[in-house]
């Protein structure tokens, strides 16, 4: 299931407060066509976890991710991203100059040897957060 199919699960739920899990299960394979219905632990699952199929969460990760996996240093992450969407309003802003901001947060934050700034690292930043490729 993706993200948006998660979220659209937990909205059913909100909607349908008498709807039952093993319900759910049903409705969720004919309402996205699947080929098996999901499990009732699976349902479970999704509804504890509601909180991170929020439409907020769709907007930075894209609607047809399957998971979303917190960082080891969120905070870091947000800083960052913020400053990058910041930055953006601005005018371009380059693979280069994210990885030295990060650099410097990094010094900041007290978190040095902690974090690498490969490109790797840059690629799924951006991906994490829905940034343009640059």
Same mark, same amino acid.
């Given at each position: ?44 699952? !999704?509804?504890?976890?509601? #909180?991170?199929?929020? +439409?907020? /969460? =769709? ?5 047809? &991710?399957?998971? !979303?996996?917190?960082?080891? #240093?969120?905070?870091? +992450?947000? /800083? =960052? ?5 910041? &930055? ?47």
């Amino acid at each position: 299931l993706t993200v948006e199919q998660k979220r659209r699960i937990c909205e059913k739920h909100r909607n349908t407060p008498k709807i039952t899990q093993k319900d759910l299960c049903r409705w969720a394979k004919l309402e996205f066509n699947l080929q098996r219905a999901p499990t009732q632990p699976t349902m479970s699952n !999704i509804l504890k976890h509601e #909180h991170l199929f929020k +439409d907020n /969460v =769709l907007g930075v990760l894209g609607s047809q &991710r399957k998971t !979303i996996r917190p960082t080891r #240093h969120a905070h870091f +992450d947000q /800083v =960052l991203a913020n400053w990058v969407m910041e &930055r953006q309003n601005k005018g371009n802003i380059t693979g280069d100059m994210i990885k030295t901001k990060g650099r410097e947060l990094v010094k900041q934050m007290g978190l040095e040897g902690k974090l690498g700034f490969s490109n790797g690292w840059l690629a799924s930043f951006k991906a994490r957060h829905g940034l343009m490729k640059r």
